[in-house]
């Protein structure tokens, strides 16, 4: 089946430190694995994805790790600012379908 | 910027009534799907809509439907409305079925009293 596993549920950091959140997944047909961050009031935005053919993506602050034999694949965030504060889902595709973690609340202190 | 348009923003509903949300998906994109998204947890797909027609359906009874018009538009319909259905309804819009590429609207905040 097809099940999405997300830690931490919440994570504090102060400002300038990284943030790093971890998801599993259990469906083996995921190819496609995109990372939302979601603002108060808002819809989820994509701020970054990542391919199964791929082990590493890097977008300025935000980096992705995937490991498809251990089918699990990590947001890494550095020098976190207070605009990072958000909540952060992670998804993975299977057949234009995405399924969701639970979501993780990170909280930036100046 | 021509993002996705979602509305009502907000919409209160008597169990047992009946609702139906509206989107518009961003200019350039002709798939849309429907997540709900209750309190402190992830969207849940509900369907998706490619050429008119329901091409994929998540773990959603028959009170949920939807429709797509020809200029790619959608609505989502729920029946018999259940506290439980209290959420947020977030509309998804795409070029293609694939799960690559989408934006999502701000959403509908449904509540049922």
Redesign the interface.
Known sequence: GEN?E?HPSTLSVQEGDSAVIKCTYSDSASN?F?W?KQEL??????II?IRSNVGEKKDQRIAVTLNKTAKHFSLHITETQPEDSAVY?C?T???????????TQVVVTP | DAGVTQSPTHLIKTRGQQVTLRCSPKSGHDTVSWYQQALGQGPQFIFQYYEEEERQRGNFPDRFSGHQFPNYSSELNVNALLLGDSALYLCASSLGTGGYGYTFGSGTRLTVV
């Open positions: 999405v997300q496609y995109p939302y009031g808002k819809g989820p935005q994509l994805d889902f998804a595709d299977s057949w234009g379908k995405l399924q969701f973690g639970a979501g």
